[in-house]
């Protein structure tokens, strides 16, 4: 795949970039290996002002770097104005709570003094997706950079403009030369990374195969790596839910980020008592939605961010129909105009057991199912190789404890939409990948945790 900039509303290709060479990517590397030498005695203090910093530049200059997400991925530009003031909030978070989530733990043992301490890696290597280009970066540089860690990017070949954009962020912070940088590369030369004893864990967000080339190369070389991959989250509504707040939620929780979102609802399993009110309520609210160039603010549907990720999309919603799933809107991708664009879809009857029931749909196409009771609505639920987030809608308690203990997930969000809070551990279970991003967990995946014992 060639790395490029290539405005998915239009199909434009606005600029190309050369990547690195293996003497390039060589210099980065020993650069990296320097600045962590030095990077690792600095304080708490110092690396707290620089993310700090970081954080002022990305609300000083959010529209700037919001029009870039726009142009290279397709996302409206208010999501992506919000995008950048959560990256600034994940950098105060971590700018604030890292010196005490890496204070040294007292353990009482036979020694006289015993105690954890945490301590930092060296350069790790991220490979991060194009969905949330800033976003996904942020949450692994903000802890990473404060664990004393340096960090190679390797960013999606369709969002450089994004990759270089978050480099110069992090430098223009202050923190050190070759504390952060950006390495244009493709798919192709990660696994050559991961052999290099300069690299010493990775990080990967995206695709399935893409995690599992990434943890083989690691595994063969003993090297830590948190995968964060694909879901097909359920939304379960059940009969005493409040409807009418479910029906708003699904929409937004399936319309997040143009349909492309690892954590968007993307199975609905209603209870058969409310299914038929449910289904006319969803159709209403997807018909409402207005598709179009995604740098409007009255835009609610921007295009997906390539030619490719549309034909994927078709392709599943056509095997959907060939199942026997019958469309109650959209269905084909919009040919009136140039870009990436698909409509609004609701699919609904694909039987329960198909193959295509379990896939994840990366695009705003919402699967319907209907279930007669929680058993049913469970089993169908964690039927997926997946395991990232579910929500699920009720008023019983009963029930709630049930969906909590039974669902199979990294995440079950009761009566709201699953998303991502710098304060509770985010990641999967099952094909949905291991380790965890975020709060606590995440600033402690990749430190050695030290034991110290003393006589
Ligand atoms: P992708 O193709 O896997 O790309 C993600 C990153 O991996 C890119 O930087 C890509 O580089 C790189 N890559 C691709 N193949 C690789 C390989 N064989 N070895 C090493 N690196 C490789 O993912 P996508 O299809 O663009 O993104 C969508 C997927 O990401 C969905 O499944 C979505 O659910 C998942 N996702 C998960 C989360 C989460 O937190 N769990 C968040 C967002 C997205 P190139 O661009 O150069 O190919």
Same mark, same amino acid.
């Not at 950048?84 to 009482?108: M, Q």
């Not at 209907?370 to 609505?377: E, K, S």
């Not at 639920?381 to 579910?390: R, V």
């Given at each position: 795949?060639?790395?490029a900039t290539i405005?998915p509303a239009t199909?434009?290709t606005?600029k190309?970039?050369?990547? $690195?060479?293996?003497?390039e990517?060589a210099?980065?590397?020993d650069l990296?290996?320097?600045?962590?030498?030095?990077?690792?005695q600095?304080?708490?203090?110092?690396?707290?002002? #620089?993310?700090?910093k970081?954080?002022?530049?990305?609300e000083?200059e959010?529209a700037?770097f919001?029009k870039?997400m726009? $142009?290279?991925?397709?996302?409206p530009?208010?999501?992506?104005i919000?995008?950048?003031?959560?990256?600034a909030a994940?950098?105060?978070?971590?700018?604030?709570?890292?010196?005490?989530?890496?204070?040294? /733990?007292?353990?009482?043992?036979?020694?006289?003094?015993?105690f954890?301490?945490?301590?930092?890696?060296?350069a790790? $290597?991220a490979v991060?997706?194009?969905?949330?280009?800033?976003?996904?970066?942020f949450?692994?540089?903000?802890p990473?950079?404060?664990?004393g860690?340096?960090?190679l990017?390797k960013?999606a070949?369709?969002v450089?403009?994004?990759a270089?954009a978050?480099e110069?962020?992090?430098?223009r912070?202050?923190?050190p030369?070759?504390?952060?940088q950006?390495?244009?590369?493709?798919?192709a030369?990660v696994?050559?990374?991961m052999?290099?004893?300069?690299?010493?864990?990775?990080?990967?967000?995206?695709?399935?195969?893409a995690g599992?080339s990434l943890?083989?190369a690691?595994?063969?070389?003993i090297?830590?790596?948190?995968l964060?991959?694909?879901g097909?989250d359920?939304?379960?509504?059940l009969a005493?839910?409040d409807?009418e707040?479910?029906?708003?939620t699904?929409?937004?929780?399936?319309?997040?980020?143009?349909?492309?979102?690892?954590?968007?609802?993307?199975r609905?399993?209603?209870?058969?008592a409310?299914?038929?009110?449910?289904?006319?309520l969803?159709?209403?609210?997807?018909?409402?939605?207005?598709?179009?160039?995604?740098? =409007?603010?009255?835009?609610d549907?921007?295009?997906?961010?390539?030619?490719g990720?549309l034909?994927?999309?078709?392709q599943?919603? =056509?095997?959907?129909?060939?199942s026997g799933?019958? /469309?109650l809107?959209?269905?084909h991708?919009l040919?009136?105009?140039?870009?990436n664009?698909y409509?609004?879809?609701?699919?609904?009857?694909?039987?329960?057991?198909s193959?295509?029931?379990?896939?994840?749909?990366?695009?705003?196409?919402?699967?319907?199912?209907?279930?007669p009771n929680?058993?049913?609505?469970?089993k169908?639920?964690?039927?997926?190789?997946?395991g990232?987030?579910a929500?699920?809608?009720?008023?019983?308690?009963?029930?709630?404890?049930?969906? /909590?203990?039974?669902?199979e #997930?990294g995440?079950?969000?009761i009566?709201?939409m699953?998303?991502?809070?710098?304060?509770?551990?985010?990641?999967?279970?099952?094909?949905?990948?291991?380790?965890?991003?975020?709060?606590?967990?995440?600033?402690?995946e990749f430190v050695?945790?030290k034991?110290v014992? /003393?006589?």
């Amino acid at each position: 795949m060639a790395i490029a900039t290539i405005n998915p509303a239009t199909g434009e290709t606005l600029k190309t970039f050369e990547p $690195l060479n293996d003497a390039e990517i060589a210099a980065k590397l020993d650069l990296a290996l320097q600045a962590f030498e030095e990077y690792r005695q600095t304080s708490f203090s110092k690396r707290s002002h #620089a993310l700090q910093k970081a954080a002022d530049i990305l609300e000083q200059e959010k529209a700037e770097f919001a029009k870039v997400m726009t $142009l290279e991925m397709g996302k409206p530009f208010k999501a992506a104005i919000a995008e950048v003031e959560k990256c600034a909030a994940v950098c105060r978070y971590y700018a604030e709570n890292a010196p005490s989530f890496l204070a040294d /733990v007292a353990v009482k043992t036979d020694a006289s003094h015993s105690f954890v301490r945490y301590q930092p890696l060296g350069a790790i $290597l991220a490979v991060m997706p194009w969905n949330f280009p800033f976003w996904q970066v942020f949450r692994f540089a903000a802890p990473a950079l404060m664990a004393g860690n340096v960090g190679l990017l390797k960013h999606a070949s369709n969002v450089p403009q994004c990759a270089l954009a978050i480099e110069d962020i992090i430098q223009r912070a202050g923190f050190p030369k070759g504390t952060f940088q950006t390495l244009l590369i493709g798919a192709a030369k990660v696994a050559d990374l991961m052999a290099d004893e300069r690299v010493k864990a990775a990080t990967l967000t995206g695709s399935e195969p893409a995690g599992a080339s990434l943890a083989a190369a690691a595994g063969k070389q003993i090297k830590k790596t948190v995968l964060e991959l694909g879901g097909s989250d359920p939304f379960i509504v059940l009969a005493s839910a409040d409807l009418e707040t479910a029906v708003v939620t699904a929409t937004t929780a399936r319309m997040l980020n143009n349909g492309q979102s690892c954590i968007a609802a993307k199975r609905f399993i209603v209870a058969e008592a409310i299914a038929d009110k449910f289904e006319k309520l969803l159709l209403e609210k997807f018909e409402a939605l207005k598709i179009g160039d995604p740098m =409007q603010l009255d835009t609610d549907l921007g295009p997906l961010a390539t030619p490719g990720i549309l034909q994927d999309l078709n392709q599943q919603v =056509q095997a959907a129909i060939d199942s026997g799933g019958k /469309v109650l809107t959209g269905g084909h991708p919009l040919s009136d105009r140039s870009g990436n664009f698909y409509p609004p879809t609701i699919i609904k009857d694909i039987p329960h057991d198909s193959s295509i029931a379990k896939e994840e749909f990366f695009g705003p196409v919402a699967l319907l199912f209907r279930v007669p009771n929680i058993d049913a609505a469970i089993k169908l639920a964690n039927d997926t190789p997946f395991g990232l987030g579910a929500s699920a809608w009720t008023t019983n308690e009963q029930e709630r404890d049930r969906l /909590v203990e039974e669902i199979e #997930a990294g995440a079950v969000f009761i009566n709201g939409m699953v998303k991502s809070d710098p304060r509770l551990p985010f990641g999967g279970t099952k094909r949905s990948g291991y380790g965890r991003e975020l709060s606590i967990q995440g600033i402690h995946e990749f430190v050695n945790v030290k034991t110290v014992w /003393v006589k």
